[in-house]
């Protein structure tokens, strides 16, 4: 049967207004997400700062407008670390992991600021079990270093120069960021002998670095081949 014109036309405005519809559906989402971005924006500058209750008011308008942000969740947890709100901070940090449990750039940043959360109110078995999962399931260097600093803030060198032992063990092999680590542990410790060897790791790994240089003279070493050492690499297990 024929199409007539009529029939045709009604089609070409349904496929319009159809058209239109998708078309202004794309528009307001679009528009939403980029108000929530804007908005965290705006957030993170009152953080750096200073201005605290303003960066909580701009964050938490970010998160109202698109609650599965991981990165506005992430930076409520900051600004309720700032306000030591440190539940709070929890809580926000807890769902931004949930949202984002493997970006290799944001996730280390979120369980960074997670354990300080837990850190804070003193929850300490819950911290050193949440802590050894990421030992466990992931096994990064940073994973190491984060454990290695909470267990030293607790009191116990012993079990924290273990952790920095294993970080320096699975590191890459030009990433000085371990020996660094541990050098700063050491110092804390007054141990002066095992800080320098340390900073004679990382000049080894990465000769060109200019903070261990920097580092290396404090303690009136001059950095280079004749002072660098080669980190031992013992058999070390998980």
């Known amino acids: ?106 996730t280390p940043k979120i369980l960074d600021a997670l ?11 819950n911290l050193f079990e949440f802590l050894d999962k ?8 940073r994973d190491f270093l984060r454990q290695g600093d909470y267990l030293a803030k ?11 032992r294993k970080a320096a063990y699975f590191a890459d092999p030009k990433d000085p960021e371990p020996y660094l680590t541990i050098a700063d542990f050491y110092a804390s410790l007054g141990d002066q002998p095992n800080a320098v060897t340390a900073l004679r790791y990382a000049n080894y790994v990465d000769p060109g670095n200019l903070e261990v240089a920097e580092r290396l003279r404090r303690f009136d070493i001059v950095p280079g081949p004749t002072i660098a050492e080669a980190p031992p690499k013992p058999a070390l297990l998980r």
């Open 115 to 125: 354990a300080e959360a837990l850190f804070r109110q003193d929850r300490m078995a």
């Open 154 to 164: 607790a009191g116990d060198p012993d079990a924290a120069r273990l952790a920095y």
């Open 1 to 106: 049967m024929a199409t007539s014109e009529s029939d045709t036309y009604r089609a070409a405005l349904v496929a319009l207004s159809v058209g239109l519809t998708l078309s202004l559906t794309l528009l307001l989402t679009t528009g939403c997400q980029n108000t929530a971005v804007n908005l965290r924006e705006d957030g993170r500058l009152a953080l750096n700062r200073g201005q605290v209750p303003l960066a909580l008011e701009k964050t938490q308008q970010a998160v109202d407008k698109d609650p599965s942000s991981a990165r506005s969740q992430y930076q409520l947890g900051l600004v309720f670390l700032e306000l030591n709100e440190n539940l709070q901070a929890q809580y926000a940090l807890e769902k931004a992991h949930a949202l984002r449990p493997d970006d290799r750039q944001l």
């Open 134 to 141: 990421q030992v466990k399931t992931s096994g990064t260097t």
